[in-house]
């Protein structure tokens, strides 16, 4: 079974930066669909960022430009680089891998991590 375990949440004041991690075990992260997601109190789900097996990204609109997710090949594990935070961006962040041809944060995941806390304050 693929397992996902993300790491590197925490609490944050508005324009702080944090550092997502997700390790990956029994699938390899270069092979793969990788995405982001993201779930507020009272909200639905968000997709946020995904990167594909031939390293292409793709961000929603409210985190471009201040969030970058890449994967480190050799360590099996994806990263989620968030800078220029704010309080909105509260969430418990989650990882998942997509086992199908086609990426896109509007499809379905496969399989899915416990998520990591992040709280951002004003």
């Known amino acids: 079974q693929v397992q996902l375990v993300e790491s590197g949440g925490g609490s944050v004041q508005a324009g702080g930066s944090l550092r997502l991690s997700c390790a990956v075990s029994?699938?390899?992260?270069?092979?793969?669909?990788m995405g982001w997601f993201r779930k507020a109190p009272g909200k639905e789900r968000e997709g946020v960022a995904t990167?594909?097996?031939?390293?292409?990204?793709n961000y929603a609109n409210s985190v471009k430009d201040r969030f970058t997710i890449s994967r480190d090949n050799a360590k099996n594990t994806l990263f989620l680089q968030m800078n220029s935070l704010k309080p909105e961006d509260t969430a418990l962040y989650y990882c998942?891998?997509?086992?199908?041809?086609?990426?896109?944060?509007?499809?379905?995941?496969?399989?899915w991590g416990q998520g990591t806390q992040v709280t951002v304050s004003s």
């Open positions: 998942a891998t997509r086992w199908a041809n086609t990426c896109s944060l509007l499809l379905g995941f496969h399989y």
């Open positions: 029994r699938a390899t992260v270069s092979n793969y669909c």
């Open positions: 990167i594909k097996s031939d390293g292409i990204t």
